[in-house]
């Protein structure tokens, strides 16, 4: 009976002897990946054979070649570890120079010395330095001291995609949402902005958010926008802010909510955000969410209108035109309002036809407000147009000829950056 149990307790111990390599071939896969999984499964298929040859030696009662492959499991287990902790600090000496180099080119990009952040980073990024190949991405899709080449761009972006880095993913998602370097594909770049979003970053949330409220790539879906923003908001982007403090004021995928309008668009001003500098600066002109106040609404729209935002120019302007919580002048309307119409506002163009048909600020001309309000609607064709109605009524009592002059003076003032020109040339020779 003893003897029964004793063999039964031999096996057992066999069995468990063989399963150790196979427990190592999962453990190595694990923790260090393909390339030393596969060495992990050459040496544990000779741990196998010699526990095999072990125990058939034992069972035989050669109890001294038992022994000496014992002896060997520990040896063979030993030498590769050895290796490989060589291996590591050889892995991580190169890391340190690595990052040193990386570091270098950093400084050099801070200083405009692109040229040697290029030479320091291109190397590394051939070697899937991943910082290094989304430096050289962002240089070359900007033109930092070389051509602007968006195509390098994207396959740079797409080596760091690749290794799953999230800034890569988003980038490489813009890069696809306006064809730079690539064909136009919103799908292509929800899928990146996907991509990225679920390893929590602020400005691919931001993005996804984007398209979801416009169906761009993906099913319109407001409650899903208002989510993405929210997880933005989370991490202090200020765009995020500015988009679902839209969505508060408008209703869309939340309650609508005026004070949680003002709350967010505030949180963004503050940071310097342009959008939302503007949107809050309308809610204190109507006083929703808010304590109207026309100072403060003004001051807000120059704010944003310092930066160039095209809808803060035209609503500054409009202040300064009707002398609400700044001083009334013609002349700053007129001025702000060829800014924005520059930018090809809509409601620019509208209200610098007004000021031309009226006189205000600028010698009374139906010819230019006539050039004006057609390019006014051809950016608002909506049905309740002002700047329709207003052109057909003028248009009935001009002559041909004023009509014609209009015309060929919108094709000039539709040129590229040349509205302004356009008009100052206009008015010389009248």
């Given at each position: ?9 031999k ?37 196998m ?28 287990v ?12 050889s ?96 799908k ?67 309650a ?10 505030r949180?963004?001003?503050?940071k310097?955000?342009?959008?939302a ?22 001051a807000l ?6 930066q ?6 035209t ?10 919580g ?9 001025r702000?309002?060829?800014l ?27 010819i ?34 004023d ?16 509205l302004q ?10």
């Amino acid at each position: 009976m003893i003897e029964k149990y004793r063999n039964k307790a031999k096996f057992v111990a066999g069995l468990w002897l063989l399963s150790l390599p196979l427990l190592a071939v999962v453990v190595a896969f694990a923790k260090h990946g393909q390339r030393r999984s596969i060495v992990w499964a050459i040496l544990c298929s000779t741990l196998m054979l010699l526990s095999a040859c072990a125990l058939y030696l034992r069972s035989k009662g050669r109890s001294t070649l038992w022994l000496l492959l014992l002896l060997l499991l520990p040896f063979s287990v030993f030498v590769p570890i050895v290796y490989w902790r060589l291996e590591d600090r050889s892995i991580s000496g190169n890391e340190i120079k690595a990052n040193a180099d990386f570091a270098k080119g950093l400084e050099a990009t801070k200083i405009g010395d692109f040229a040697t952040a290029i030479q320091e980073w291109q190397a590394l990024a051939n070697r899937g330095y991943v910082d290094a190949q989304t430096g050289l991405a962002v240089i070359y899709a900007n033109g930092h001291g070389v051509p602007q080449d968006y195509k390098e761009a994207v396959r740079l972006y797409r080596l760091a995609a690749n290794q799953g880095n999230a800034f890569a993913q988003t980038s490489l998602g813009a890069m696809y949402e306006n064809g730079h370097g690539v064909i136009e594909d919103y799908k292509e770049a929800a899928r990146f902005f996907s991509l990225a979003a679920n390893q929590g970053h602020a400005e691919a949330h931001k993005n996804l958010g984007v398209m979801y409220a416009s169906g761009r790539g993906i099913s319109m879906d407001a409650n899903e926008a208002a989510r993405q923003f929210s997880l933005a908001v989370a991490q202090g982007n200020s765009d995020a802010q500015a988009y679902l403090g839209a969505m508060y004021e408008r209703g869309l995928g939340v309650a609508q909510d005026h004070g949680e309008a003002a709350r967010l668009y505030r949180q963004a001003a503050d940071k310097g955000n342009a959008l939302a500098q503007d949107s809050l600066g309308r809610l204190y002109e109507s006083g929703e969410g808010v304590v109207q106040d026309y100072k403060e609404a003004a001051a807000l729209f120059r704010l944003a209108a310092d930066q160039g935002d095209d809808n803060a120019l035209t609503n500054l302007a409009r202040m300064h035109f009707i002398g609400q919580g700044v001083d009334q002048s013609n002349e700053e309307a007129l001025r702000l309002n060829r800014l924005a119409a520059e930018l090809g506002n809509s409601f620019a163009l509208y209200h610098l036809g007004l000021q031309y048909s009226m006189g205000r600020g600028v010698v009374h001309s139906d010819i230019v407000a006539y050039a004006l309000w057609g390019m006014s609607i051809a950016g608002d064709p909506s049905e309740d147009s002002k700047a329709k109605d207003l052109r057909a009524l003028i248009g009935k009592s001009m002559p041909t000829q004023d009509i014609e002059a209009a015309e060929n003076l919108a094709l000039e003032l539709n040129k590229p950056n040349n509205l302004q020109v356009a008009l100052d040339q206009f008015e010389k020779i009248r």
